[in-house]
């Protein structure tokens, strides 16, 4: 390989090693804009400047909460992007600069903590970087179009970057762009390490992969068309697998994909073909071969098919695009889909999208050769397993390095893993459950309650549930032998058996709940029931309907908090309101409650509302930061009453009186000068025979009077 003789390397770069470094993209200015100045005051700093100081928001909702109050707008990559700079970054981490999607500046590391710079006009949040490399590098691969990103954990960008600035010889060439001082990134396409070097697959996997997995790459002609894999590694050799068959598992999730995301995927292809891309790849396509029983079986090929693990939007996507294209039989689009509203809809919506685009283009000429390169030359990574349990973990490392999937899609995935000796109707049955809960609801289950709620009775701050810390929803699974797995597998099995016997039935006594919020969840299908249950319980909670559910039935407290719903502090306070009543129910109410279990959840109600409401009463802003500070007993403002973290004494408690008597001890009356009282303002106002607002029943508890 040439040396462009562009590039000056410090010796040390390779040395960096710290398991603890993290490697960020980060974009100076609009456009780079400020990339000479930066680089000359051994800096990097970003905007924003009216916020103040990072340093006094305690959460990235906090800062968010503050975007929306000053700009009238907030954004989720924003918030997360002055959190991470102000306290994930640390020192010795490694800073790349980009301009744009797909150009690198330079390279530094970080030097400092953060600190406010007010002497500056604009970009005052600041850190002190060693710039180390300046230049100019173009790269065949799209990076992040935000102003900060963590890519730590996408160990394929990541060497990718670092190969870059290597003096070390690579499996990539590096050739000169026509533009002067360039440089252009693209992986070898005539050897095998060019084929196989998969982009986007996890580098700590690539140990086993030889041992477990094959891989190759296909166009989608030959796949889809020619229902063969163009390349595989079989030993030393390079060769096709033909005669496969794709088949899309019972316990794949819908065909969600729309008519803008097919649209936009034929947008990427036709930029793809103006800008004379050789080969374009179109992402990762993850299989399990399993061999069926078919007692008639003419041929041993019969018997195997492959199920598509990950890959199954684009996959039938493609399918429908080249049923446009070229109206010909294609076997993958003959089986036949669950029955789901979003496969009904999406399969018959997106065709017709792409038809009718297509259609408006008049030159056959120019659909010749679009149907030719989306053949020959858009590609998929391919990744096949015997194994279904190595099957999902490569589909979750795949995941959790960056696609859009929502932690409990990942959970559902590393679930269905543990369920390998289910059989496939009761493995059918349980993935329908999950896809008929509403999704949004699902994730809000994970991320809002269940997850604060696991945290803060063992007395943690909880941030935010992401893909890197759902391990404390994975739980213990089979292969668990320890006594604490032992204790927890069998009081589960114990509940499960009981409940499947007749002796429930015979003694009349309602069936166990084998689940606590505060312990372990058993991995496999006890998690999909475990989600159904709490998904259910929150569900009757929020219900404040007279007839329907158990547990919160035509409340007049609750009537008029459900007048309190627009505002971030309402929220924020309401799920504090409601995370206390699910815990209560989760630890002392049975599934049909008696009157006496409801005589009691009814007088928690009323101190769960003095406590949630005294934080609202008494803050006239109210952040998560300040909700935090709150449950964990360190607020900041004076002579606030009632902080204290109600959920660890919920989960401290044996019985309800004894909970109760805790709160009656532990509760107090609001001061009379409260935030959210004004003078000559009526409490006692009613609305349709309902109160509307809070502090009449503060008033009506003797928690509070007004001057």
């Known amino acids: 390989m040439e040396d462009t003789g562009k590039l000056t390397l410090e010796p040390d770069f ?111 949040n600041v850190r002190k970087v060693k710039w180390e490399v300046k230049g100019n590098w173009l790269v065949d691969r799209v990076l ?15 060497d990718m970057l670092e190969q870059l600035f290597s003096k070390e010889e690579s499996d990539v060439s590096v050739s000169e762009d026509t533009e002067e001082g360039s440089v252009y990134l693209q992986a070898e396409q005539d050897t095998t390490q060019g084929y196989f070097a998969a982009p986007d697959t996890e580098e700590d996997y690539s140990t086993s ?13 030959d796949l889809l068309l020619e229902n063969k894999i163009s390349k595989i590694k079989k030993g030393e050799k390079i060769v096709s697998l033909d005669n496969i068959k794709l088949k899309i598992p019972v316990y794949q999730r819908p065909y969600k994909w729309t008519a803008k995301n097919a649209n936009q995927l034929l947008d990427d292809i036709e930029e793809a073909l103006k800008a004379n891309k050789e080969v374009y790849r179109v992402g990762t396509l993850i299989l399990h071969k399993e061999k069926i029983d078919k007692k008639s079986s003419s041929t041993g090929s ?52 792409l038809k009718l685009r297509l259609d408006k283009v008049k030159d056959e000429k120019e659909k010749e050769e679009l149907l030719t390169y989306i053949k020959n030359q858009c590609e998929l990574i391919v990744v096949i397993t015997e194994d279904p349990s190595d099957a999902f973990q490569f589909f979750d490392s795949q995941n959790a390095r960056g696609k859009a999937l929502y932690p409990h899609d990942l959970l559902k995935a590393f679930h269905l893993r543990e369920m390998s000796d289910v059989d496939a109707t009761e493995t059918e049955s349980v993935v329908k459950i999950w896809e008929n809960l509403n999704q949004k609801e699902l994730a809000v289950l994970f991320k809002e309650y269940l997850y604060r709620l696991k945290e803060w009775v063992k007395g ?67 998690f999909f029931d475990f989600t159904k249950h709490y998904f259910d319980i929150l569900a009757d909670i929020q219900n404040n309907d007279k007839y329907e559910g158990y547990f919160i039935n035509d409340n007049e407290i609750v009537k008029t908090l459900d007048l309190y719903k627009n505002g971030t502090g309402n929220r924020i306070t309401r799920l504090l309101f409601d995370t206390a009543i699910l815990l209560y129910v989760d630890r002392f109410c049975p599934n049909i409650p008696t009157k006496s279990d409801l005589d009691y959840l009814d007088q928690f109600v009323i101190y769960a509302f003095i406590w949630a409401y005294s934080l609202r009463a008494q803050y006239k ?15 900041s403002k004076d002579n606030v009453v009632n902080g204290f973290n109600i959920y660890k004494i919920i989960s401290d408690s044996d019985t309800p009186s004894s909970l109760l008597s805790k709160l009656v001890r532990k509760i107090n009356p609001l001061p009379k000068d409260v935030a959210a009282y004004k003078n000559n303002m009526d409490i006692d106002a009613k609305e349709d025979e309902i109160y509307t607002h809070y502090l009449h029943y503060f008033k009506q508890y003797n928690y509070w009077q007004p001057k």
């Open 14 to 124: 390779e040395n960096n090693t710290d398991e603890d470094t993290h490697y960020w993209l980060y974009s100076p200015g609009e456009q780079a804009d400020m990339w000479e100045e930066f680089y000359e005051q051994g800096i990097m700093a970003i905007g924003w400047y009216d916020l103040g100081s990072l340093n006094k928001y305690g959460s990235k909702q906090e800062i968010k909460d503050r975007l929306q109050e000053l700009y009238g707008t907030s954004s989720k990559n924003d918030a997360l992007a002055l959190w991470e700079f102000c306290n994930v970054m640390e020192e010795g981490d490694i800073v790349f600069v980009k301009r744009g999607r797909s150009e690198i500046l330079g390279r530094g590391v970080v030097i400092s903590d953060y600190f406010f710079d007010r002497q500056r006009k604009e970009y005052r």
């Open 144 to 158: 992040a179009l935000k102003t900060l990103t963590d890519i730590t954990w996408y160990e394929d960008q990541v």
């Open 209 to 221: 992969v030889n041992k477990s997995l094959t891989l190759g790459i296909t166009t989608i002609g």
């Open 302 to 353: 019969d018997n195997i098919i492959y199920n598509i693990v990950d890959g199954q939007q684009r996959t039938i996507t493609f399918s429908l695009l080249l049923k446009v294209l070229q109206d010909v039989p294609i076997a993958f689009l003959q089986q036949k889909l669950a029955y789901n509203a979003f496969n009904l809809q999406n399969v018959t919506k997106n065709y017709y999208a």
């Open 460 to 526: 943690n701050r909880p941030d935010e549930l992401t893909e890197h810390n759902i391990d404390i929803f994975k739980g213990i699974t089979a292969k668990d032998k320890h006594p604490f797995a032992q204790f927890y597998k069998g009081a589960f099995a114990y509940a499960d058996d009981l409940n499947r016997s007749h002796a429930m039935f015979v003694t009349g006594n309602q069936k166990l709940t084998p689940f606590q919020i505060n312990a372990p969840v058993i991995a496999g299908k006890p």
């Open 621 to 635: 802003n109210v952040g998560w930061l300040v909700a935090q500070n709150y449950v964990m007993e360190t607020v």
